[in-house]
């Protein structure tokens, strides 16, 4: 993907704050954090999103996740901490390359995330019969 930023970080064209490399993923720290040492994890192997993404990336990638917010709290000083990851266009995502986000949390941040409100009646059953059918 000559296009793509993440590839071009991931190939060194882009320098970054790397954390972490192995043969199949990168980790480094997001250039605007939300929090200071907020990373990015990132396969090496090109997908836009969770989608289109290799079941077998996808597994490794849980044991990844895992070991570097181990080291992101432990190195920070914190055992909490947002993962989050962003696919599509209105979810947010900017870079259509797969990538997670681990934000360390502190106290007194500041940080609010994902603001609920409750479902209508009798739409939670309609919505919920929606994802059971699509399965
Ligand atoms: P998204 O919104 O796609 O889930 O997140 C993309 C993230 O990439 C953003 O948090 C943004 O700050 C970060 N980012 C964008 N460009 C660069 C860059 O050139 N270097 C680094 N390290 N992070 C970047
Ligand atoms: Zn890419």
Same mark, same amino acid.
């Given at each position: 993907?000559?296009?793509?930023?993440?590839?071009?970080?991931?190939?060194?064209?882009?320098?970054?704050?790397?954390?972490?490399?192995?043969?199949?993923?990168?980790?480094? @720290?997001?250039?605007?954090? *939300?929090?200071?040492? &907020?990373?990015?994890? #990132? =396969?090496?192997?090109?997908? $836009?999103?969770?989608?289109?993404?290799?079941?077998?990336?996808?597994?490794?990638?849980?044991?990844?996740?895992?070991?570097?917010?181990?080291?992101?709290?432990?190195?920070?000083?914190?055992?909490?901490?947002?993962?989050?990851?962003?696919?599509?266009? @209105?979810?947010?995502?900017? *870079?259509?390359?797969? &990538?997670?986000?681990? #934000? =360390?949390?502190?106290?007194? $941040?500041?940080?609010?995330?994902?603001?609920?409100?409750?479902?209508?009646?009798?739409?939670?059953?309609?919505?919920?019969?929606?994802?059971?059918?699509?399965?």
């Amino acid at each position: 993907m000559d296009n793509c930023l993440f590839c071009k970080i991931i190939k060194g064209e882009i320098p970054s704050e790397k954390v972490y490399e192995d043969d199949d993923f990168i980790a480094f @720290l997001d250039i605007n954090p *939300v929090t200071p040492g &907020h990373t990015l994890v #990132v =396969p090496k192997q090109h997908s $836009d999103n969770v989608l289109d993404t290799d079941d077998e990336i996808l597994e490794k990638m849980a044991k990844v996740l895992k070991k570097i917010s181990h080291a992101v709290c432990q190195g920070l000083e914190t055992q909490s901490f947002n993962l989050h990851q962003n696919s599509g266009k @209105l979810s947010g995502q900017v *870079v259509p390359h797969l &990538h997670w986000h681990i #934000v =360390p949390r502190y106290e007194d $941040d500041g940080l609010k995330i994902w603001p609920g409100k409750p479902y209508l009646e009798g739409e939670e059953k309609i919505v919920a019969e929606k994802i059971r059918e699509a399965l």
